[in-house]
């Protein structure tokens, strides 16, 4: 969970396996999450999409975990198919501000290539979709303060006020009440000024629905996957909302991020308020 050496490399440097670790959430001292075969990488998107081609004649898994807050979504775009057809979990470090820690140092991104066993890539969320689609107005990737709906255009801010009553939540309840893509990323909001932010990139088309909480659904489906050989990469956010019912954690290994690598029809993206796995295949 929390970095498990206190070796720092330089960006860029390749170190061997057992070597690699990053700022977990929930961790209160350092823990080995996995022990497994493979390589490391720490560096720049730029470089971490170079040496991630360079493995593919050996890598059966990558783990990624970003040290940025931002660019995420580039980066995931722009692999090549026959890294991105690799399976892959991980997401943002935990950080309180500017960069969280990743072991190599990386100015953008660790990579851990896994070259032994046989896995899949699986995402689970715990929101589900609520209500009819509508359009966030603006071009910023992340940030709007209106939507379009079919009456037309409102606040986004008296929009989320009246969706929070109409279910039951608390009017600042930034958690329970999230936002979903057509293809199953969820995106965690927050308030800026007149603003809403999201933790990750609208989609392109900028439509979505709204997503409720739904612990024991949630709860479900994450068990569902869980296996004493997985791992798993689920949301601080998710963390905090489940508290202290949490059983996947004594089955599989599981750390908690800020921002999580979803598998959205066989394709990486980034994601918030997400489980990313990586499940041996039998």
């Given at each position: 969970?929390?970095?498990?050496?206190?070796?720092?490399?330089?960006?860029g440097?390749?170190?061997?396996?057992g070597?690699?670790?990053?700022?977990?959430?929930?961790?209160?001292?350092?823990?080995?999450?996995?022990?497994?075969?493979?390589?490391?990488?720490g560096?720049?998107?730029?470089?971490?999409?170079?040496?991630?081609?360079?493995?593919?004649?050996?890598?059966?898994?990558?783990?990624?975990i970003?040290?940025r807050?931002?660019?995420?979504e580039?980066?995931?775009?722009?692999?090549?198919?026959?890294?991105?057809?690799?399976?892959?979990?991980?997401?943002?470090?935990a950080?309180?501000?500017?960069?969280?820690?990743?072991?190599?140092?990386?100015?953008?991104v660790?990579?851990?290539?896994?070259?032994?066993?046989?896995?899949?890539?699986?995402?689970?969320?715990?929101h589900?979709?609520?209500?009819?689609?509508?359009?966030?107005?603006?071009?910023?990737?992340?940030?709007?303060?209106?939507i379009?709906?079919?009456?037309?255009?409102?606040?986004?801010?008296?929009?989320?006020?009246?969706?929070?009553?109409?279910f039951?939540l608390?009017?600042?309840?930034?958690?329970?009440?999230?936002?979903?893509?057509?293809?199953?990323?969820?995106?965690?909001?927050?308030?800026?000024?007149?603003r809403?932010?999201?933790?990750?990139?609208?989609?392109a088309s900028?439509?979505?629905?709204l997503?409720?909480?739904?612990?024991?659904?949630?709860?479900?489906?994450i068990?569902a996957?869980?296996?004493?050989?997985?791992?798993?990469?689920?949301?601080?956010?998710?963390?905090g909302?489940?508290?202290?019912?949490?059983?996947?954690?004594?089955?599989?290994?599981?750390?908690?991020?800020?921002?999580?690598?979803?598998?959205?029809?066989?394709?990486?993206?980034?994601a918030?308020?997400?489980?990313s796995?990586?499940?041996?295949?039998?």
């Amino acid at each position: 969970m929390n970095p498990v050496t206190a070796t720092i490399h330089p960006v860029g440097q390749v170190s061997p396996t057992g070597d690699f670790g990053w700022a977990c959430f929930a961790a209160r001292e350092p823990q080995t999450f996995v022990n497994s075969r493979g390589l490391v990488f720490g560096g720049t998107y730029e470089e971490a999409s170079a040496w991630m081609t360079g493995q593919l004649p050996q890598a059966r898994a990558f783990v990624v975990i970003f040290s940025r807050g931002e660019g995420m979504e580039a980066f995931l775009a722009g692999l090549s198919p026959a890294v991105a057809s690799v399976p892959m979990a991980g997401g943002a470090a935990a950080r309180a501000s500017g960069a969280g820690f990743t072991h190599p140092a990386a100015e953008d991104v660790a990579v851990f290539a896994i070259t032994e066993g046989q896995w899949r890539s699986v995402s689970v969320t715990s929101h589900f979709p609520k209500g009819e689609a509508f359009r966030c107005l603006g071009d910023a990737p992340r940030r709007f303060s209106a939507i379009m709906t079919h009456e037309g255009t409102v606040g986004v801010g008296d929009h989320l006020w009246k969706a929070r009553a109409a279910f039951g939540l608390a009017p600042d309840d930034w958690d329970r009440l999230a936002l979903v893509t057509d293809d199953g990323i969820v995106l965690h909001l927050h308030e800026d000024g007149e603003r809403v932010v999201s933790g990750a990139d609208l989609p392109a088309s900028r439509e979505v629905r709204l997503a409720l909480f739904d612990p024991d659904r949630g709860g479900a489906a994450i068990l569902a996957r869980a296996r004493p050989d997985a791992l798993a990469f689920g949301c601080a956010g998710l963390f905090g909302l489940f508290g202290s019912d949490r059983p996947w954690e004594a089955v599989m290994p599981t750390t908690y991020l800020f921002g999580e690598i979803a598998n959205a029809n066989g394709i990486p993206r980034f994601a918030n308020l997400t489980f990313s796995l990586l499940i041996p295949r039998p």
